[in-house]
């Protein structure tokens, strides 16, 4: 059995990803969007919550409870994301300098 020489292994140097040389998005447009989004799915629970309840056969409660509860998560996540921005921003402004 002959045992094979061992090749040095190359490393290439690192080269940034295209996604890190993008633009950022700014944090107003990102809060608008998840906010937007969440009031989609507050709408979206809210229409099928009446039409179910006007008697459409194409709405079947399961689809109306989990729309109401996906709706309700999200907001959920939402307070708990704005009460730990403020708690963060309430933290800086007790900094001293």
Not at 49 to 62: E, W
Request: charged content about 25%.
């Amino acid at each position: 059995m002959k045992i094979s020489t061992v090749q040095p292994v190359i490393f290439e140097k690192f080269k940034p990803s295209e996604e890190i040389n993008k633009p950022k998005t700014n944090f107003q447009d990102l809060l608008n969007k998840a906010i937007s989004e969440v009031n989609d799915l507050q709408l979206k629970a809210d229409a099928q919550v009446i039409g179910f309840a006007a008697g459409q056969t194409n709405i079947d409660i399961h689809d109306v409870m989990i729309g109401m509860e996906q709706a309700h998560l999200a907001l959920q996540l939402t307070i708990e994301v704005r009460n730990k921005v403020i708690e963060a921003y309430q933290e800086i402004m007790r900094m001293q300098l």
